[in-house]
């Protein structure tokens, strides 16, 4: 038993990503219709060319019909999935796979998600079973503000020198973002501003936590030897790893806070399945689930990018900028698009897209892009302690 | 002979000092300060935290035979209150749990019954006082708890020897509050006082006769009741000396109502010495007078939380925060959506753990598991699990937040990361707490609460708090 991977045997060869915006205006069905004709278009096909379709939604609508119905999707099987935060980035998985084991010629993954109908700021509208009532009830911006002094205090670093380091981690997301026009944040703000707004939990301020946005993105996958069939520059699926954990981290008195378990096993099975020794030089982007500033800190150091109690340094010295060894979150990140959570893992794959084909903007591009032909994709959902972590890399030769 | 086996008073966190009353509303501002049931605290919780601390001292870990719960201020009408009660003190199913709820007099009703059955039982009174602003209930009134557990000297050795009583009744409009109206209203005082005091005066003569003492011989005299002026004039007129007279507790907690007869008596327990007399004077709708005589074991028994170590370790809390927890003053919730209704199965699966925090222990690795758990999250053992009762064991605090944003009642939330003494992890709210006075390494200690209500169903849970007075 081995978690071998579909390296190489299974492209993406078309992708589309609406704006992220407040979408007062679009309901769920015309994120679905928009995002479905740029993604057909994208890869040069019509619907009835799709073989069968993988929809992630966490709170938009249930069953396949969700996106059967809109796009008027004639006897196609519809999958859909959900897995928290992670949403967007399991329906790649599952129609990858799929191409991958022979069972379709044509799969396309979309995700999509109408947040802002709900009436509150934040996410609030995810359905839940009945319970007993025992259950948590905090935000995820007081779970993962957990983060934050346990770091400090397990590596030494002042609790001061700490906040500006996750200025600087929204710093950076915001500048990226002020440079994509589909980003929902487009303006670049100083860091000074990011260290005054009021808390919210916590240490965290406003500006540490991501945004909320309705949105959608989708891809096409093939088999890999038919990608040129439809573009000159597919992307090859190297790896698709996904880690749902046991939820131990907040009843096990070792763990400590300070780095997510499920995410370095899903890294260490991602970067097995892709042949990547050492991500932080073979990479040439990394889009990561940045919900919290300091989410995005500890990342870092779980996807082997920095070594243990290092990446704060890092962050300071513009490692993970644009123009650093390794630029991370080069779109802007969730800090600037906001989370449309079904959306937001096949929006991260929607960058890689971009850059390693040298469509990404020139103010935006990542310099490492020509010489490195790697990209990868983290996208968790849940809380420390308790959560599903996705790691996806993709390239764009074969190899 | 029956009498008294252990007791425990349970007086709540918050205390608001009546000069803030007239602060806000004006008027003369009054004196010293009333103890405040926290916002989610209801006479529920109070009654379990009083009845744990009771059954901490309980002859050989005793369980009752029945579990006898009086309020004022019931929880829930048709649904009776005290199973709550009895599933987070993990009675045996078949030890009754039954409510005397609705008048003040059901306190006192609950222990006269106890001291005249065969079983043990557990008395368990609660009460929380709620007035309009600016009234006497407001301000003279208090929330609070007491548990007595009451039985016969095979049960264990007596603390205090139940000599006899006496009571009389009368029906008399003084006090009255419709179900459903959060305020009482009375009569003229004058008509109460002069109902009251023949009532009293009767009943203390009758027994005093039946307890075979005299009224020089009684020790400690606990008065209280529903009318303060009756109280006051009654507590004079019984021949008693006035060195035996018990603080009422009224400059520190107020009149807890149907709790006060229970609280008191623990007050002239807890300073009882072998051979005392103490009576105890009820007046509400009538008059009721308990007589009893402390053990030799009063002397060598230790309360789990004494009544003044409780009333001294109050913390305060602003007239308008008091009035939001109370309902009377509304502010604006977090913008976030209302917690649902629980589900009454899910609910009633897990008793044990929502109930009484019982948790579970791999009999293999050893972890312990908060939920319970079927299969170890060390080494995956399946079903080779024990429970663990978690509710009495302190914790230190791990690290923690302060939630700004989630629902609360009374936001914000604090929420700590907690390892228990002898292992297990849990993360939960803090009450009872101000975010800043908070430090990782604090201790705390688990105490049952409402943690939300939803379609009149009241979701009963366990938080922490600090622990501020040593539990013995």
């Known amino acids: 038993m081995a978690s071998h991977g579909i390296k190489d045997k299974v492209a993406i060869v078309g992708m589309g990503c609406t704006p992220f915006r407040e979408h007062w205006h679009k309901g769920t069905d015309d994120l679905l219709v928009d995002v479905a004709q740029e993604t057909f278009a994208s890869a040069g096909v019509e619907k009835a060319d799709v073989d069968a379709y993988w929809l992630g939604t966490a709170m938009s609508g249930m069953s396949g019909i969700t996106v059967a119905r809109p796009l008027k999707l004639h006897d196609k099987p519809v999958t859909h999935v959900e897995n928290f935060c992670a949403t967007g980035s399991e329906a790649l998985r599952g129609a990858a796979y799929a191409v991958a084991a022979g069972g379709y010629d044509v799969a396309m993954a979309v995700g999509v998600e109408k947040v802002k109908d709900g009436g509150y700021q934040g996410l609030s509208g995810a359905g839940r079973a009945p319970t007993d009532g025992t259950g948590r009830s905090l935000t995820a911006a007081a779970m993962f503000s957990l983060v934050a002094p346990a770091y400090a205090k397990k590596y030494g670093v002042d609790e001061a020198e700490l906040k500006d380091v996750l200025a600087r981690i929204a710093w950076k997301n915001h500048h990226n973002g002020a440079r994509n026009p589909r980003a929902q944040f487009r303006r670049e703000v100083a860091q000074e501003t990011i260290c005054n707004m009021p808390r919210v939990a916590g240490p965290l301020g406003v500006y540490d936590c991501a945004g909320v946005a309705d949105g959608a993105a989708a891809a096409i996958v093939v088999r890999a030897e038919d990608a040129h069939r439809y573009t000159d520059r597919p992307l090859y699926v190297k790896a698709l790893s996904l880690v749902a954990g046991t939820g131990s981290g907040v009843i096990d008195p070792e763990y400590d806070f300070t780095h997510f378990p499920e995410v370095e096993r899903c890294a260490a099975d991602a970067y097995q399945q892709a042949g990547i020794t050492d991500p932080r030089r073979q990479l040439a982007m990394a889009e990561v689930h940045d919900c919290f500033t300091p989410t995005e800190l500890v990342l870092m150091e779980d996807l082997g990018f920095a070594e243990r109690g290092t990446a704060w340094k890092e962050e300071l010295a513009g490692t993970f900028d644009l123009d650093g060894d390794l630029p991370v979150n080069p779109d802007g990140g969730l800090k600037s698009f906001g989370h449309p959570i079904g959306a937001s893992g096949l929006r991260m794959a929607f960058e890689a897209w971009l850059q390693l084909r040298d469509e990404a903007p020139p103010e935006r591009r990542v310099a490492t892009a020509g010489e490195r032909t790697l990209a990868l994709t983290h996208n968790l959902g849940g809380y420390p302690g308790e959560m599903v972590s996705f790691v996806g890399v993709v390239g764009s030769e074969l190899g | 002979m029956r009498g008294i086996l252990s007791y425990s008073s349970y007086v709540p966190y918050r205390r608001l000092a009546r000069s803030a009353i007239a602060e806000v509303l004006g008027g003369a501002p009054g004196k010293g300060t009333r103890s405040v049931a926290s916002y989610d605290e209801d006479t529920t919780t109070m009654g379990v935290e009083a009845a744990r601390l009771a059954l901490d001292t309980a002859p050989g870990g005793r369980q009752p035979d029945e579990l006898w719960f009086a309020t004022a201020t019931p929880t829930y009408l048709d649904k009776t209150n005290a199973t709550a009660i009895h599933a987070a003190l993990r009675l045996d199913s078949d030890r009754p749990a039954v409510d005397m709820a609705g008048a003040v007099r059901s306190g006192v009703g609950a222990f006269r019954a106890a001291l005249s059955s065969t079983n043990?039982?557990?008395?368990?009174?609660?009460?929380?006082?709620?007035?309009?602003?600016?009234?006497?209930?407001?301000?003279?009134?208090?929330?609070?708890?007491?548990?007595?557990?009451?039985?016969?000297?095979?049960?264990?050795?007596?603390?205090?020897?139940?000599?006899?009583?006496?009571?009389?009744?009368?029906?008399?409009?003084?006090?009255?509050r419709a179900p459903g109206d959060m305020r009482s209203k009375v009569w003229e005082e004058r008509f109460g006082e002069t109902a009251y005091l023949p009532l009293g005066e009767r009943a203390w003569n009758d027994g005093l006769k039946a307890a075979a003492v005299t009224a020089e011989q009684v020790d400690r005299l606990v008065v209280?009741?529903?009318?303060?002026?009756?109280?006051?004039?009654?507590?004079?007129?019984?021949?008693?000396?006035?060195?035996?007279?018990?603080?009422?507790?009224?400059?520190?907690?107020?009149?807890?109502?149907?709790?006060?007869?229970?609280?008191?008596?623990?007050?002239?327990?807890?300073?009882a010495r072998p051979g005392q007399v103490i009576a105890v004077v009820v007046l509400a709708d009538g008059a009721d007078v308990l007589v009893f005589r402390a053990t030799d074991a009063v002397s060598s028994f230790t309360p789990a939380r004494p009544v003044a170590a409780q009333v001294e370790a109050g913390g305060s809390i602003t007239y308008g925060k008091f009035l939001s927890w109370r309902g009377l003053l509304p502010v604006e919730p977090p913008r976030r959506p209302e917690p649902e209704r629980i589900s009454a199965s899910?609910?009633?699966?897990?008793?044990?753990?929502k109930y009484a925090f019982v948790g579970s222990r791999d009999r293999s690795s050893g972890a312990i598991h908060l939920p319970p758990a079927r299969i170890s999250m060390k080494g995956d053992a399946v079903d080779d699990m024990e429970p663990v009762p978690m509710a009495d064991i302190p914790a230190t605090v791990v690290t923690f937040t302060v939630d700004r944003l989630v629902y609360s009642p009374s936001p914000p939330v604090v929420f700590a990361v907690l390892d228990f003494d002898g292992g297990g992890r849990f993360a939960c709210e803090l009450t009872d707490v101000d975010a800043d006075e908070l430090s990782i390494g604090d201790r705390v200690e688990m105490t049952f609460r409402r943690i939300s209500s939803g379609d009149g169903i009241h979701n009963y849970f366990w938080k922490a708090r600090p622990i501020r007075i040593p539990r013995s």
């Open chain 2, 224 to 271: 209280t009741g529903t009318h303060a002026r009756a109280v006051r004039g009654l507590a004079g007129r019984l021949g008693t000396s006035k060195e035996a007279l018990v603080d009422d507790l009224s400059t520190t907690v107020g009149n807890t109502g149907t709790a006060h007869p229970g609280m008191l008596l623990a007050s002239a327990l807890e300073g």
């Open chain 2, 346 to 353: 899910a609910a009633a699966r897990s008793e044990d753990w």
């Open chain 2, 120 to 176: 043990a039982v557990l008395v368990v009174t609660s009460d929380m006082r709620t007035g309009l602003p600016t009234s006497a209930d407001e301000s003279s009134g208090g929330d609070g708890a007491a548990a007595v557990l009451v039985g016969g000297d095979a049960d264990g050795p007596l603390l205090a020897s139940y000599l006899g009583g006496a009571s009389a009744t009368e029906e008399f409009v003084d006090r009255w």
